[in-house]
């Protein structure tokens, strides 16, 4: 018994490591989903490369996927340099930092509080609890967990300072901080979440102290916000950063998509959602659709709810101090992700909870023993009560997990929990169709469009499989869609032109070819293909042009140089012909069309 009591903390480290390992083990036989996944690593050559002079330039310098995280990149280029592009692997990488944190996170929290059981089972509830799936089993979430790695060291070394102030210890804070910022900009409200920590467990402050009377033990509220003036400087720096990151990015919708009145609505609603997901944790998806105009009954309820708890939370500050600063620590953490400055297509996204719901379990873990206290058998309750809620846990969390073993498991399993999701339809259609599984891609782009009719891609990606079916008259339907949708959509005029040369509309087809070359001036198979359309029209000139052009581009083109020889033949240029027929047979010495143009142009040549 004396041994147990010892090495307490260290039993419960083990605990929580095994029982976590054991529900996400099974991320290493993931693979790589069709989400984010391609544009972070999958198929990201700057980060396949590794570490390098170049890459570190790249990661430090560049708005990549409307982000600016260059610790986050150098993680992935980490994982590609030692190995390789094994999904599983990458996969591990996030595990461990979610280990990482559950420690972290019970040995800060025992160290500010002294309470041993609470600080495991709160980390117990990051572990365990299903919302926290997306952020572990999601490689492009790699940016979460690192951050919240780093967020809880600037807790960590905060805590330590508080304790035994010095110089090095602020300084560690900072630079775990900044860190944790060029990991993802979530750490923004964490110079406020460590000022509600100043009031509990810390209480370097207190409500009922006088403005002038402070020891040194307990100083000035004033002078807390004046030790953090350093943190909210990088907090402003951070927030320029972030969003002109996403700005630059496109990843911040207008007002028009999403009108302002909206976007409050939503948010108000999601805080209540949030909280009931975290209570009955089924029906997760990677993507819940934003629902627009919410019914005004919805919003009322939410709004009087948190108005409700959040009074309650004032009113116990100084008896319950733990409940109101678990509330705040909510409420504050998901403020840059609840949705006034709407980023992406998502009313709400359960990895934005990962810190947020930190502040929920605090509330939790030491407000029930609270309601419990006069009840006699209130310890063994407890223990039971825990030890059955991680059991449940633990099974729908392993369950959650393998929802994310490759794409089609993860949309199929969102479609089947939530209504009305364009974007997943979207999704699937293209697993489907890099799979050829067309027919059941179309019906997916179809339903797709059935939610959103402005939806540019499926229409786009829709003509594409019309096209490639023999259809030209639907594909020609859904381009011309796109380009009212978006003119500027890239690739839909040069598609469009395509489509309509193949049912020999060639008039048509050229204005669409010529306005695709502006957007496309590196595409050699655009040129290729305006100067067949140009040839087929009688312009023998400017088809020449457009095939000499193509091979500027790309010199070992070998239908070019073919149709080049045919077009210069039309001409006259008989040696011009020839050229251009040896040309592709030294490219290409098998292909029987050149060798036929040149034995013709040569016949031609020999009775001139």
């Given at each position: 018994m004396n041994f147990l009591n010892k090495y307490k903390a260290a039993l419960v480290s083990l605990l929580l490591v095994i029982t976590t390992?054991?529900?996400?083990?099974?991320?290493?036989?993931?693979?790589?989903?069709?989400?984010?996944?391609?544009?972070?690593?999958?198929?990201?050559?700057?980060?396949?490369?590794?570490?390098?002079?170049?890459?570190?330039?790249?990661?430090?310098?560049?708005?990549?996927?409307?982000?600016?995280?260059?610790?986050?990149?150098?993680?992935?280029?980490?994982?590609?340099?030692?190995?390789?592009?094994?999904?599983?692997?990458?996969?591990?990488?996030n595990l461990?930092?979610?280990?990482?944190?559950?420690?972290?996170?019970?040995?800060?929290?025992?160290k500010m509080t002294g309470g041993l059981w609470q600080s495991?089972?709160?980390?117990?509830?990051?572990?365990?609890?299903?919302?926290?799936?997306?952020?572990?089993?999601?490689?492009?979430?790699?940016?979460?967990?690192?951050?919240?790695?780093?967020?809880?060291?600037?807790?960590?070394?905060?805590?330590?300072?508080v304790f035994r102030p010095s110089i090095s210890r602020y300084f560690g804070m900072l630079v775990f901080f900044v860190f944790g910022l060029m990991s993802k900009p979530m750490l923004v409200t964490l110079p406020c979440v460590l000022l509600l920590l100043d009031y509990w467990p810390l209480e370097r402050f207190?409500?009922?102290?006088?403005?002038?009377?402070?020891?040194?033990?307990?100083?000035?509220?004033?002078?807390?916000?004046?030790?953090?003036?350093?943190?909210?400087?990088?907090?402003?720096?951070?927030?320029?950063?972030?969003?002109?990151?996403?700005?630059?990015?496109?990843?911040?919708?207008?007002?028009?998509?999403?009108?302002?009145?909206?976007?409050?609505t939503n948010a108000l609603v999601s805080y209540v959602l949030y909280i009931g997901k975290m209570m009955y944790p089924v029906k997760l998806a990677c993507l819940y659709p934003h629902p627009g105009t919410l019914a005004w009954w919805k919003v009322l309820t939410a709004g009087l709810f948190l108005l409700m708890?959040?009074?309650?939370?004032?009113?116990?500050?100084?008896?319950?101090?733990?409940?109101?600063?678990?509330?705040?620590?909510?409420?504050?953490?998901?403020?840059?992700?609840?949705?006034l400055v709407q980023v992406g297509a998502q009313s709400m996204a359960d990895r934005y909870t990962y810190i947020p719901l930190i502040g929920l379990f605090i509330m939790f873990v030491w407000g029930l023993p609270e309601i419990l206290k006069q009840w006699r058998l209130q310890k063994v309750f407890m223990g039971a009560f825990s030890i059955v809620l991680i059991v449940i846990l633990t099974g729908l969390t392993w369950k959650q997990a393998g929802y994310w073993k490759n794409s089609t498991t993860l949309f199929e399993h969102a479609l089947t929990v939530t209504d009305n999701n364009s974007t997943i339809h979207y999704n699937l259609g293209n697993v489907l169709a890099e799979k050829g599984q067309d027919?059941?891609?179309?019906?997916?782009?179809?339903?797709?469009?059935?939610?959103?009719?402005?939806?540019?891609?499926?229409?786009?990606?829709?003509?594409?499989?019309?096209?490639?079916?023999?259809?030209?008259?639907?594909a020609i339907e859904h381009y011309l869609k796109v380009l009212v949708i978006n003119p500027d959509y890239e690739g839909a005029r040069?598609?469009?032109?395509?489509?309509?040369?193949?049912?020999?509309?060639?008039?048509?087809?050229?204005?669409?070819?010529?306005?695709?070359l502006k957007d496309m001036p590196d595409n050699a198979d655009a040129?290729?293909?305006?100067?067949?359309?140009?040839?087929?029209?009688?312009?023998?000139?400017?088809?020449?042009?457009?095939?000499?052009?193509?091979?500027?581009?790309?010199?070992?083109?070998?239908?070019?140089?073919?149709?080049?020889?045919?077009?210069?033949?039309?001409?006259?240029?008989?040696?011009?012909?020839v050229a251009a027929f040896k040309a592709a047979l030294r490219l290409q010495p098998d292909f029987k069309a050149a060798q036929q143009y040149l034995q013709k142009a040569l016949m031609v040549r020999s009775n001139n």
């Open positions: 390992i054991a529900v996400y083990g099974q991320v290493h036989e993931f693979e790589f989903v069709n989400y984010d996944d391609t544009i972070y690593v999958a198929e990201n050559s700057n980060i396949q490369k590794g570490i390098s002079i170049n890459s570190l330039a790249w990661a430090f310098t560049t708005v990549h996927a409307a982000n600016w995280h260059p610790i986050t990149w150098l993680s992935h280029m980490l994982d590609c340099r030692f190995f390789g592009m094994h999904p599983g692997n990458h996969h591990l990488t461990f930092l979610h280990i990482a944190n559950i420690l972290l996170l019970f040995f800060v929290f025992r495991a089972f709160m980390a117990a509830l990051l572990a365990l609890h299903p919302l926290n799936v997306e952020s572990v089993a999601w490689m492009s979430e790699r940016k979460n967990v690192l951050s919240t790695f780093f967020w809880m060291l600037t807790m960590g070394c905060y805590a330590a300072y207190s409500f009922q102290e006088s403005s002038g009377n402070h020891s040194q033990n307990n100083p000035s509220i004033l002078k807390l916000l004046w030790e953090k003036i350093p943190l909210f400087a990088l907090v402003i720096i951070s927030c320029g950063l972030t969003y002109y990151a996403q700005k630059h990015g496109g990843a911040v919708k207008s007002l028009d998509y999403i009108p302002f009145a909206d976007r409050v708890v959040s009074a309650l939370a004032i009113r116990t500050a100084k008896t319950h101090p733990y409940f109101m600063v678990g509330w705040l620590w909510y409420l504050g953490t998901l403020v840059p992700v609840i949705g027919r059941e891609a179309m019906n997916h782009y179809v339903q797709a469009l059935q939610v959103k009719p402005d939806f540019a891609d499926a229409h786009n990606n829709l003509a594409n499989l019309y096209a490639q079916q023999g259809n030209p008259d639907a040069y598609n469009l032109g395509i489509a309509l040369d193949s049912q020999g509309r060639t008039e048509e087809a050229v204005p669409h070819f010529f306005a695709a040129f290729f293909k305006t100067g067949n359309v140009l040839f087929k029209s009688g312009d023998i000139d400017s088809a020449i042009k457009y095939y000499q052009q193509a091979l500027q581009i790309k010199p070992d083109f070998v239908d070019a140089h073919c149709n080049l020889g045919v077009a210069l033949f039309r001409k006259g240029d008989v040696d011009g012909s």
